[in-house]
């Protein structure tokens, strides 16, 4: 967290905690979702519920998240039931 703490010295505890947590839990926009698809069968992908990635509805691949940046290669999927 020491890290964080130039970025928020000059807001308030409680602002920068809600901060923190609009950040983490808006990771990848819903804009960004809408236009996202599968590499491989082009169905629609879904976010994870713990956020870890995007999920194909189709061949259910998932794309890793990482740094906040959907990582769309298929060398990199998995494959989940």
């Avoid at 308030?12 to 809408?34: F, P, Q, T, V």
Wanted: glycine share 2%.
């Amino acid at each position: 967290m020491s890290s964080l703490a130039p970025v928020f010295s000059s807001v308030k505890r409680g602002s920068a905690w809600r901060l923190l947590n609009y950040r983490y839990a808006m990771a990848i926009s819903k804009d960004l979702l809408e236009i996202l698809v599968c590499p491989v069968c082009k169905a629609t992908v879904e976010l994870k519920p713990d956020q870890s990635g995007l999920k194909c509805v189709q061949c259910h691949r998932v794309y890793p998240i990482r740094d906040d940046i959907p990582v769309m290669l298929v060398d990199e999927a998995k494959i989940e039931e």
